[in-house]
């Protein structure tokens, strides 16, 4: 493993577990049955492991989107045009997408990040953090080299320690290009070893002939360049993709920073799932916002233990996921530092003491 990634991994710390029992105590004192706010509970108890504090802000928010061109692309494995990647990032920049209008509505910032976008284009808005234009088609040979597999997930790590410099208290992962989920399959299908039929969906909508093409090209790409399940740098630079690995950095250095981070949909997932396997300390940051409909989505949750915050039926990707459930991370806060304790509410809570015991959080970093 590269020298800058293991001094990565190794900055991360586990959870405050003091906070989070400080917290969990709060949420017990606040005049409710135990655990009867559910998620909203283990979002705070989770939120105050990352920062050490009982009471904390999701004020200053963030989505950062990593843009990137595939070429597995060009064996007819999308049903949109390759194309479609440059004009939907232009498009972040304008205001004009699913994540965009989004985030306007519930007041995050997008971080717009080009790591290879197969075009040479200057846009207001786009960081040109450029490795090539685009991956290689993994069907021919591999995706990239592990040397640009680590250059794409030190532009991760750099994003997310530009937002913790910047003020931000939560950031969430998003992704732009077409292809993505035959390179997010081919990921999943190598770290859990399933066969591409267990994780291949249509992605954005594909007639039968290219589903199973798609199929067939992900289990001959595995077959063929043997990527090891256990490096998932080396799983990416086979069969994966630019915004995959920098999207794995960001998760690694958001976690790094002690800062929360959102996961969004399937490629999203796919991306913490690596970051997970490289550092399983890493999923305390965590907070997966919204159960995508694609098949590898929960796949991915439960080889980590997380769960979802809302199911949605959502498909977009992008990072549409992650306002949303910015939204519901401040809700949770805002709950655990107003709601009244039983003592201010005078209501004697002795009728409690029996079923204290059996009350569960779940959500949590073991």
Known sequence: MEKDIIALLASIAPADRG??????????SLAKPPHSLGKLEDISVKLAGITGQVFNRVGKRRVIIFASDNGIAHEGVASAPQSVTLAQTINFTRGLTGVAVLAKHFGAELDVVDVGIDADFVQPGVCDRKLAHGTRNFAREPAMTREDCVRAMRVGAERAGLAKRQGMDVVGIGEMGI?????????????????????????AGINDD???????LIDEAIARYAPDPADPVDVIAKVGGFDIAAMCGAFLGAAAQR??????????????????????????????????REKGYMLAMDAMGLQPMLNLDMRLGEGSGCPIAFEVMAAAESVIRNMATFEEAAINDDYLAEIRPNKRYQGEAE
């Open 210 to 216: 290219a589903y199973l093409r798609k199929v067939r």
């Open 179 to 203: 292809g993505n989920t035959s390179t997010s399959s081919a990921v999943l299908s190598v770290l859990l070893n399933l066969p591409a039929a267990d994780t291949v969906s249509r992605g």
């Open 19 to 28: 906070a989070m029992d400080a917290a969990r105590a709060r949420q017990d």
């Open 259 to 292: 800062l929360p981070v959102v996961i969004d949909g399937f490629i999203s997932a796919v991306a913490a799932l690596c970051a997970y396997r490289l550092c399983p300390a890493a999923a305390a940051y965590m907070f997966p916002s919204h159960a995508s």
